[in-house]
Each structure stands twice: as structure tokens, then as C-alpha cells.
Nanobody, 117 residues
């Protein structure tokens, strides 16, 4: 069982920035694809940014150019840098780890991001 612990959420004004972190319980990046998803009230959970099996990244159209996913292998941590935040970015953000072979998915507990003036 992979444990994922998100942190870094909070309240920020429109145009501001936040960096989310997802700490994993072990070194898993070689066998799991990592990503970030979000769920706004009354909406389905949606992809924000993920690493692909080819080593590249995919982003939702709504965050392209504003958000950046990255990882630190030495710290077993994945990050989501969010810039130029908008009120519509308000959601609970979840870290996701998907096993390359079994496709088993693990989720973190989520961290709330609120963009409001």
C-alpha cells in the first residue's frame, strides 16, 4: 500500500501562487505514475497534471501555462506549482499514484485550495 500525504493548500488571492507537495512513503516513481487531480464542490474529480509513461507531462487545458508538476526523487515527493491562480481553481487537490503494470490507483487525503479575494 502506497501512502500519499499532500500539503501546501490554503487560501490565496486571485493571481497568487501556491505549491502543493505530495510525500510518498517509499521510493515509487520507477513503478508508479504520479499525478494531481482536483474536485470542486458539486463537480467530478478531474485531472490537473500527470507524468506519462514516456517521461513527459500532461496538463488540463485550464491550467496549461500556469501550473507545473515536478518531482524530487531523493525526497520521494511530487510537487504542483500553481501560479496566476483563479477562483475557478478552488477545489480539493489530490495526489494520485497509478501502478504501471497493475493500474492500481492510490489517492492521498486531499488538500483544500481556495482562491478568493
Amino acid at each position: 500500500q502506497v501512502q500519499l500525504v499532500e500539503s501546501g493548500g490554503g487560501l490565496v488571492q486571485p493571481g497568487g501562487s501556491l505549491r502543493l507537495s505530495c510525500a510518498t512513503s517509499q521510493s515509487i516513481f520507477d513503478i508508479y505514475l504520479m499525478g494531481w487531480y482536483r474536485q470542486a464542490p458539486g463537480k467530478q474529480r478531474e485531472l490537473v497534471a500527470v507524468f506519462t509513461s514516456g517521461g513527459s507531462t500532461n496538463y488540463a487545458d485550464s491550467v496549461k501555462g500556469r501550473f507545473t508538476i515536478s518531482r524530487d526523487n531523493a525526497k520521494n515527493t511530487v510537487y504542483l506549482q500553481m501560479n496566476r491562480l483563479k477562483p475557478e481553481d478552488t477545489a480539493v487537490y489530490y495526489c494520485n499514484a497509478r501502478h504501471l503494470i497493475t493500474q492500481l490507483i492510490n489517492w492521498g487525503q486531499g488538500t483544500q485550495v481556495t482562491v478568493s479575494s
